[in-house]
């Protein structure tokens, strides 16, 4: 199915629930609306047009010049041999959800998705996205005694961490100086 027509479906279903659609996009994506996801996030999985029964990926961006963070989910339908329809999928889709920095809360997919389950902890280690009903929202690369979000684009770098003098690549203090 063309990306265009999953846009179609989505909009069809989910009203103003997509913000918008980008489709001349490297990877075409729909934007939609953080109250909806959950929904929208079991009808990919679940509708026999859709079937992204697959979440490759969650990537965190920071939107700094907007004040909001966004996490995109990489969906793929896999084929599943012996099941009708779903077995010529083979799409690949994207949804990107937008939050305010100041308060960057969206629902965990981790029971639709298992595999979210690590790449929104790794968003919420490196970006500070709360990912609400996660079963386990604890940092998974930095120390848990860590300040501050490491990839966002205002981090401050630490001038040390428990007595260890830390500098950029740079020989830097911080990276924006």
Known sequence: ??????????????GDGVVDTVLDACRPYAVVR???WSD??????????????????VTALDLLEDNK???VYDLFSVPVVGVGPCATLRQHFAIRVEVDRDAPHIPSVSGIWPAA???ER????MMGIVFDDHPNLT??????????????K????????????????????????
């Open 40 to 57: 929208i996030a079991r009808f990919l999985r679940d509708d026999g047009r859709m079937r992204f029964n697959m979440l490759q990926c």
């Open 34 to 36: 953080v109250d909806g």
């Open 69 to 71: 963070l966004a996490a």
């Open 122 to 125: 790794e968003a919420y280690d």
């Open 117 to 119: 389950e690590w790449h």
């Open 1 to 14: 199915m063309a990306p265009e027509e999953i846009c179609i479906i989505l909009t069809g279903e989910f």
């Open 139 to 152: 940092r998974i690369l930095c120390p848990d005694d860590w300040e501050g979000y490491p990839l966002r």
């Open 154 to 177: 205002d981090y401050e770098f630490p001038l040390e961490y428990h007595g260890i003098p830390a500098t950029t690549e740079h020989q830097l203090n911080s990276p924006r100086h």
